[in-house]
């Protein structure tokens, strides 16, 4: 593996028209099951990601979506390599770093970071907030124009905190305020890529945005691409030029952001839209009549054959239990957007006419609301 990285040249389908900066071909992660006794033997496995296929170009964002347990953080652990893939291959800035070893990965690691999904667990109490920011550069050596302090410091002002504050503790900030200073030391590298996992799904939601703008106004001005991790459409809309659709191990529906929220054609990512809070909506959309999935995410050990989300769309049909439907750009979707499914729905987000119940959640509640 050669230790150059220049970009390739070549344009690839990051749907921007831009370099391609990660690539990520049928990437896969079982966790093995083990049980038995004495002898502990594997007796099965976790297939928590499952041939997952993505590009994310140079400053580019995409936003991967899905429900809880689809294997979205899972996913974001393999391309910053804190996992190891169980098979597929991970490509950036052109070299394969699928199984690269932690000394072949250096000069990559600091050009990838991650921002996690809880603002208090991911910062050392007991180190001020000037150390925790700094530390990245002193393990990996590097040493900014001016010294690290001074770094420490214009990093803290570029998030919106007061760089007066270096020698604080994370408990004497609120929780958007330390999401800032997670983002601080994201930046403390100069990545290329950030891979944000939930960044924003522990906060207040009149803190979400400020967060969100925050990490806007980074892509923007540091020309960052980012890896954007959420359960919820609403939340990367504003955000990703491109939407990948997650539903168990699997990418259902990928396309660029008009695609995905006013021409979607995959079942599951009708249902997710529907999900999202109508003041979320701008005066633009139309009004969504809420579809509701039925019953529970089936599980990762024993997927259903063919479509995995066969067990609740109610458009399954036989063949959609014996042939996995491919990612592919099915008739009557544009450049770039993909579906993964036998029958689409159609290009549209109007209401549909039947109404499936598919929050079980919900389902309880309506039961209870109706006894009473
Ligand atoms: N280390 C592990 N060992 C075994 N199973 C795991 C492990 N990590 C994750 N899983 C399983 O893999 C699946 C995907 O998990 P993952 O955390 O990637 O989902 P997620 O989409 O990020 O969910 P959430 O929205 O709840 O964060 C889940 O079924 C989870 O229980
Ligand atoms: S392939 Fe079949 S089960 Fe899967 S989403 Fe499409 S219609 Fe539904
Ligand atoms: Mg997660």
Not at 207 to 219: D, G, R
Request: glycine share 8%.
């Amino acid at each position: 593996m050669s230790d150059n990285l220049t970009l390739p040249a070549q344009q690839a389908a990051t749907g921007t028209g831009s370099e391609t900066l990660l690539e990520v071909k049928g990437l896969t992660k079982h966790f093995p099951i083990y049980g038995g006794f004495p002898i502990k033997r594997k007796v099965g496995a976790v297939q928590a990601v499952d041939g997952v296929d993505l590009t994310v170009g140079v400053g580019e964002s995409v936003g991967l979506v899905g429900e809880s347990g689809c294997g979205k953080s899972t996913t974001g652990r393999l391309v910053t390599r804190l996992l190891e893939p169980t098979s597929g291959q991970i490509t950036y800035a052109g070299r394969d770093i699928t199984h690269a070893s932690r000394r072949q990965l250096a000069p990559v690691r600091s050009e990838i970071q991650m921002i996690f999904q809880d603002p208090y667990s991911s910062l050392n109490p007991r180190q001020t907030v000037g150390t925790i920011i700094k530390s990245p550069m002193e393990v990996n050596g590097i040493n900014p124009e001016g010294g690290r302090e001074k770094k420490v410091r214009e990093l803290l002002e570029l998030v919106g905190l007061n760089p007066e504050h270096y020698n604080r503790f994370p408990h004497e900030f609120s929780g958007g305020q330390r999401q800032r200073i997670g983002v601080a030391r994201a930046l403390a590298l100069n990545p290329k890529l950030i891979v944000a996992d939930e960044p924003v799904s522990a906060l207040d939601v009149s803190i979400q945005a400020q967060v969100v703008n925050l990490l806007q106004k980074v892509q923007d001005e540091l020309g960052i691409a980012f890896l954007f991790i959420a359960h919820d459409l609403a939340v990367v809309r504003h955000f990703s030029q491109r939407v990948a659709v997650m539903y168990l191990g699997k990418v259902v529906e990928v396309g660029d952001r008009d695609s995905i929220y006013n021409r979607p054609r995959h079942p599951y990512t009708h249902a997710l839209l529907s999900a999202v809070p109508e003041v979320a909506m701008d005066d633009e959309t139309e009004e969504r009549e809420r579809i509701r999935l039925s019953g529970d995410v089936p599980s990762p050990i024993h997927p259903p054959s063919g479509c995995r989300f066969r067990t609740r769309c109610w458009k399954a049909q036989d063949k959609c239990a014996t042939e996995e439907p491919p990612l592919v750009q099915i008739s009557g979707n544009r450049d770039g957007h993909l579906t993964a499914c036998h029958f689409p729905e159609e290009p549209t987000t109007e209401a549909r006419d039947e109404d499936v119940v598919l929050d079980p959640a919900l389902k309880a509640l309506e039961k209870a609301q109706d006894k009473h």
